[in-house]
């Protein structure tokens, strides 16, 4: 019970934590100060308090998605392992709904865009559906694996088994590489996307929500942040160990959540964002290093502990 | 820790075969070299005291620190930033490179059902960037990237004889020096001559001798 | 007695060089070493096996290759002074030239001496370092480019020979050590996966220095690059160098009961360099490639003969002494031709025999004799190898190794033909050249020939010896 209370409020202010987190970083980088840590939390209040202008060209599409994808994605979030891999919500296949419900969300940031009739906007759905059929192969090849080696369907089950059986040193290294580069696309950052970009054509989720205003925007920003987050919530459930007592595993998940964001940040620093044309091989990447994880667990079963 | 090591080598060669950045290739190698050198460390009770100083010198020291430190020299005195126009393009290059890797996988499983005294992970893991540095000799038409296209092999043998822990011998320990030395020539020839007689140092020059058959 | 002063003289001798600058000491030294070796093979041939710090040992197996290097050296140091005198090279390249040569001999008397694989891989790549500066000797575009495949080409086959002998490590593990003689002992208690897997990489990492498909392609522009005395001595003696060391392993190999295994591989690779020495042979425009090119499909014949086993070994080993010999020969005939008209192009090349008669003379032999007509040896041992073929009933082979000599045949003599005959441009009428002048070029054809005629007991004994010996 302490357990999913805990999600829920880490839910509420880990993701906006780890984007102040990411920002500051970049600011240390960058020789400044930077603003103070919740910052993106107070953004989105401030939001929230505002009122929205909607385009007359749009149609209820646009009206519904935000909503709709905010609450897709909390939902999904309910169904990912939390403090001690405990979820919210479980059940066999859980692991199936997140992944579409994740997808579900995106679909209707998609035709929500395309339905604003903006050029610049649809060529932001575009990439960004380009990226996500790229991707989405890989999150599933991955789980596939994980539930190859554990036997079981369910999210968390997953997890602890996997760690706990012959648990390929392989599959944790590339799955850790893996979520890292996940949360860097589905987050938007760079190497994929700039979030600060202030140029309609380099720029694909930013581009996307260019017509939404207000509680809509605030939305949008809080699911696109989730999003990061759920990707944190699942490099700890592979790097963390199970047999953490409830205590120090309170304490751990932010904490790996956070440095996640902190890695984010010093790549974010470091390197240049690619060209789109670069964007489709890089992620690739991440699909070989789903491919790698299945081999390794197929063919090192048991021989390489 | 070991085997997080060597994956982390094998996605180096992944993550090389995306980028045409010579650069990220320097990078790469030195990152590599440094695996090994952590990898050797690792085994440092089972090795007598000059074998393990001499590995570590040649990991650490030279496959490290001087040899990228040369190419990364180089790089910037002939401004060839990125590998451009290789044979095949990039995007197939990081499909060939992953399938070489599950290939790869796949001799390793044949090889250690028969050997099971192979480390099977490392073995792997070096027969993949054998063949993936055997792929970049091969297609890209840079004369340093082939360079560092040998650098890779040099590093995936180093990698096979840890995983196969074959008990070194003097002679091993000399044949990674005389292949210290044919490295050196190959950057002397390099930074010497082929700089100076090319303005971009680029395979396609070196077509004036060839024959029709 | 000998080995220990055969193997320090060079590195001893190449020191005080550096300081002395005198062409005629370094020419000396050169004369000495060539000396020196000539004596330690005839007391070795006499006086019998002789062994060194356990490492180094010189017995009926290496006599072969020996009095090989000792022949072609001996023939190639009065070229190489003919070749810097008229090339008027620089006193610091005089001394490049000279240490080199002796480095390069040293590291080919060490390799063929030595009695350890990873002893003979370290001579092998130390073969490559002695030998890249002649190939930048010259010092043109051309020549740089050479060098750069030279190197490069040759450590990738280095380094791909040093897997496989990890390889063979690993099946020999608990067993045996890399001593030959060890190996051959204990080949049936080597580990067979292993044995088998590390073969390929032996054969196509030695192939390279041996010259052999698929690794080649260094050959034509290193051996069309370094200076005529060089390419003789590549040719000859360097191929040679690591085709022995591959041999062995295909001995122990045999050993271990992989024969078939093994001769499919030297198969492959002997038929692939004769096809790929066949096709380029007919369309070379130049005549030191050409020889080159020559190289590679007699090495290529060489393979087949040992894969074939039997009468094909004498055989294999009868080609591999015609062949440095012949093609020592002509090569340093080849430089006098490109001294004598100033190009290496074979359509530059008209009217031999009436620019020079003794150049033209030996350039025709040559020919005859590299491309296999009775009586000169080579003609032998390929009538050996296809008999051999009728003898095993392996037709398909048969059919092919002809059609494919018969190309070399058209392409040889099209090319010497079209050399030979004609009217030689004005500028190409040099001077009368002293006969004396083409001895070692000529005592080499002389030696081809009396093996061709009559071979003597005592060269067929070395031969046969250095074919069976290997086995304990």
Known sequence: ????????????FLPFLMLGVMSRIKALAGGRKGPPLLQPFFDMLKLLRKGAVVSRVTSWVFTVAPSLALAATLTALLLAPGVGRAQVISFDGDIVLCLYLLGLAKFFQLISALDTGSAFEGMGAGREALFSVIVEPSLFLFAGTLALVSGATSFGALFTLAQSGAWPAVAATTGTLLFFLLMLTEGCRIPVDDPNTHLELTMI??????????????????????????????????????????????????????????????????????????????????????????????YFRGGVA | MSQILTILFGVGILYLSLTSRMRTYIQ????????????????????????????????????????????????????????????????????????????????????????????????????????????????????????????????????????????LPLLVNLGVLLDIFTLLFLFLLFLGKLHSAYEETSRERLTSLRDQP | MMLPILLTFPLLAAVPLFSLRSRRAERSVLFLHALLTVGAVLYWAFAGPEE?????????????????????????????YRYLEREKVSELWHRIYVVAMLLFVFSMTGAVLAKNLGLFWVFIEATTLASAPFIYFERHQSSLEA??????????????????????????????????????????QLGRFW???SFPFLVVGLGTKAGVAPMHSWLPDAHSEAPSPVSAFLSGMLLNTAFYGLYRIFLVMEAAGLRREAAIFFLVCGFASLLIGAVYISGATNYKRLLAYSSIENMGIIFIGVALGGAGLFAAFLHLTAHALTKSSLFITAGNIAHLFGTKEIAGVRGLREADRPTGALWGLGFAAIAGLPPFPIFISEFLIAREMVTQGRFGLLAAFLLLVTLVLYGMARAAFGMYLGSAPAAAKAGPSRPIDRLPEAALLTALLILGVAMPDAVRRIIDLATMSLLP
């Open chain 2, 28 to 167: 790469v190698i030195a990152l590599q070299g440094l695996i090994l050198f952590l990898l050797i460390a690792r085994d440092f009770g089972e090795l007598d005291w000059f074998t393990f100083f001499f590995l570590s010198f040649e990991t650490l020291a030279f496959k490290t620190l001087i040899v990228p430190a040369v190419l990364w020299r180089i790089v910037e005195r002939t401004h060839v930033a990125r590998e451009t126009d290789p044979h095949i393009p990039q995007f197939g290059s990081v499909v060939i490179g992953t399938a070489v890797f599950l290939a790869g996988f796949a001799v390793t499983d044949w090889v250690s059902r028969i050997d099971p005294s192979v480390d099977a992970l490392p073995f792997g893991i070096a027969v993949s960037t054998l063949i993936i540095a055997f792929f970049i000799i091969l297609t890209r038409k840079k004369l340093i990237t082939q360079v560092m296209g040998y650098m890779l092999m040099q590093n995936a043998v180093s990698l096979l004889m840890i995983a196969m822990a074959v008990e």
């Open chain 1, 1 to 12: 019970m302490v357990a999913h209370m805990l999600n829920i409020l880490f839910l509420l």
């Open chain 3, 147 to 188: 060098t750069w495949k030279y190197v490069f080409i040759c450590s990738v086959g280095i380094a791909i020979a040093f897997i496989g002998i990890l390889f063979l490590a690993l099946s020999a593990k608990g067993v045996s050590d890399l001593f030959y003689t060890d190996l051959i002992a204990n080949a049936p």
């Open chain 3, 52 to 80: 060194f710090i356990g490492y180094f040992r010189a017995d009926t197996g290496n006599l072969l290759f020996l009095a090989l290097i000792a022949a072609v050296y001996l023939a190639v140091i009065p070229a190489s």
């Open chain 3, 195 to 197: 044995l088998l897997f």
């Open chain 1, 205 to 298: 989720h930013e581009v996307m929500i260019l017509d939404n205003a207000g509680p809509d925007l605030a939305f949008l920003q809080y699911a696109a942040a989730l999003k990061m987050y759920l990707f944190a919530l699942l490099t700890a459930a592979l790097v963390l160990p199970v047999d953490l007592s409830p205590l120090p595993a309170a304490f751990a998940l932010p904490a790996v959540a956070l440095l996640c964001a902190a890695l984010a940040g010093i790549v974010e620093s470091l390197v240049a964002r690619f060209r789109i044309s670069h964007v489709p091989q890089f992620l690739f990447l991440t699909v070989a290093l789903a491919l790698i994880a299945l081999a390794a667990s197929v």
